[in-house]
């Protein structure tokens, strides 16, 4: 059942449960990967009483007491991270490394915190907030990620990065930037390139992990937070800490150039879905949860349509919310994402817990086939630079051919005598150089055969012509004598001539004088008719007037 756990995570199998087919993180490579967390119940549930109702039947599952259907549920997912799991074991085993990797790869990679409203969202991903006693000040995955990020950069020596952060907020579906507070609401746009993205937003080159570190605290200083019945500290917003990840190789086949593609890693802390009853939510704080539920729903709507393999191909309602608008490429099938889906372990929650996990589900669903992001005149250069390898790789090969069929041919001109044929050392090129001797030998036959053929159909062909230039000649001397006979007949003779020699008929007798053929006999018929057809021909019998 754990047996892809790896070692170091023996002592683990009491904190988590992977589904049978998982590794780091899930081998499902078509899929969302999707893990879940459970928080330990909070000192405010323990006071009330309230009890845990969720167990972990192990392979990855989770199983809820429905208490309003009176029966249990059983969800599976890649990883479902118990109470007891270590922001480490989530970092370790939730794919989240993978996806640094992947990003550092070139490939836009997204870790979404999905869940209901105190679930521990912000927890897992940048650890405890507020100040003081008792607050731990455990990392989050985030932050563990910044140092297996630069760690991986420093291992990649043969590549250089530029790192940069930029960190938002959507907040009553407007755009806010963290990193450069104001209330003016960035708008976001779309661009063939880009996609869709938040114009004008500010965007800090990292040297370090330090830097990135400040970069989050910044933006945590500057997002909207407020307290409600369920959390002391709620995020009213939906915030994307969006790191770019430019990296530059050199060209093994050419050291003067340099390949460019761009990673991108988003990480989002999705705003807590709340009933508002629960939450006591009023004014401002109510207005932010329909906000938050409004735009968790689209996010759901595209999430399902993605999910359905028969709406996948179909309209995406990506435009219906900001969010699923910024989030459109994570979701879409280029990049790969991570969602982590925190839940309540309390009875009181079952109903929320089982809604989020409904919701994970759902996006374990979505296929995706990630790319890499490169610069599509990069990527142009690219593919010709492959293409003259190719070319470079393909005249070399004929070149060879060629010097090989050339001493084949010094061989056939020296009459068969065998010489040596340069490069030909190798038992391979021996081989090739026999079958290429054969297959000469049988061309140079064929040729000769086709020689011989052609010899001969150039004899018929002068007999043809020489038969057509006769056809042709009597043909002339024929169509001659028949234009003189028609010239014959078209000139009829004048009244007079017929008066004077009614039985002469000189044209008549010169063209009977040709022949006997049908064709003048039946011309002689009709010059006869049209003769007799003439007033006062005499030869003619006048027909009486009606
Ligand atoms: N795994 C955990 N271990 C210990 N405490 C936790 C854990 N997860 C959450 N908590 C605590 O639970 C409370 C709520 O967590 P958090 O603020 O992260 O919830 P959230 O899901 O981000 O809520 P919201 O959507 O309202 O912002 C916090 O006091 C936090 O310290």
Redesign the pocket.
């Known amino acids: 059942m754990y047996s892809n756990v790896p070692s170091t995570a023996s002592s683990q199998e009491s904190l988590m449960s992977l589904s049978s087919d998982e590794g780091q993180g899930g081998s499902d490579l078509d899929n969302i990967n999707v893990v879940v ?4 119940l ?1 000192s405010h549930e323990v006071g009330k009483k309230d009890i845990q109702a969720v167990q972990f039947p192990g392979e990855g599952q989770i199983m809820v007491d429905d208490q309003i259907n009176g029966h249990s549920r059983v969800y599976t997912f890649n990883v479902v991270f118990e ?1 007891e ?1 270590s ?1 480490e074991d989530v970092f370790e085993f939730s794919g989240l490394k993978r996806l640094v990797d992947m990003a550092l790869d070139g490939f836009a990679c997204t870790v979404l ?1 999905y ?11 940048t650890g ?3 100040e003081g006693a008792g ?1 731990s000040h455990e990392p989050g995955v985030i932050n563990l990620a910044f140092s297996y990020l630069y760690e991986g950069i420093k291992q990649r020596k043969s590549e250089d990065f530029v790192i940069h952060a930029s960190y938002l907020e959507i907040y009553n579906e407007h755009v806010l930037d963290l990193l450069n507070p104001s209330p003016k609401h960035l708008p976001v746009r779309w661009s063939k390139d880009k996609g869709f993205y938040a114009e004008n937003l500010f965007a800090v080159e990292c040297e370090d992990e330090g830097d990135l570190q400040g970069v989050l605290e910044e933006g945590k200083k500057n997002r909207q ?1 407020r307290s ?1 019945n ?7 917003s939906h915030t994307l800490l969006v790191l770019t990840l430019t990296a530059e190789t050199r060209d093994l086949d050419d050291p003067h150039t340099f390949i460019r593609r761009q990673g991108k890693l988003s990480l989002v ?6 009933k508002t009853k629960k939450t006591n939510s009023k004014g401002e704080t109510l207005v932010e949860a329909n906000n938050i539920n409004k735009s968790l729903l689209v996010l759901g709507n595209c999430i399902s349509a993605l999910a359905d393999p028969r709406k996948r191909s179909g309209h995406i309602p990506y435009r219906d919310s900001c969010l699923t608008k910024l989030l459109a490429e994570s979701l879409g099938g280029g990049g790969m994402a991570l969602m982590i889906a ?1 839940v309540s372990p309390s009875r009181t929650n079952a109903p929320e817990t089982i809604s989020t996990l409904r919701y994970a589900s759902r996006a374990k669903r979505i296929k995706t086939k990630p790319i890499v992001r490169m610069d599509p005149r990069e990527q142009l250069i690219m593919s010709l630079k492959r293409e003259v390898k190719l070319l470079r790789m393909e005249n070399t090969y004929l070149r060879q051919q060629t010097n090989l069929v050339n001493g084949i041919n010094v061989i056939m001109n020296q009459g068969g005598r065998e010489i040596t044929v340069e490069d030909g050392n190798t038992g391979n090129q021996k081989e090739l150089e026999k079958d290429l001797t054969t297959m000469v030998n049988n061309y140079m036959q064929e040729n000769e055969n086709l020689r011989a053929e052609n010899a001969q159909l150039h004899q018929m062909r002068e007999l043809l012509i020489r038969d057509h230039e006769l056809v042709c000649k009597e043909n002339e001397r024929l169509m001659k004598k028949l234009a003189d006979m028609e010239q014959g007949l078209v000139r009829s003779p004048t009244h007079e001539e017929c008066r004077q020699n009614p039985r002469s008929d000189s044209t008549m007798s010169s063209a009977m004088s040709f022949g006997n053929s049908g064709l003048w006999k039946s011309l002689a018929n009709i010059s006869k008719e049209r003769e007799a057809e003439k007033p006062g021909s005499s030869n003619g019998e006048r027909k009486p007037p009606h």
Not at 115 to 125: E, S
Request: aromatic letters at 2%.
């Open positions: 967390r459970v928080r330990p909070a109470p799991a922001q915190a869940g209901q409203t105190g679930a521990g969202k912000t927890y897992t991903l405890p907030q507020g607050i937070v409600h369920m959390n002391e500290h709620s995020s009213r802390d999705l705003a807590g879905s709340e925190c």
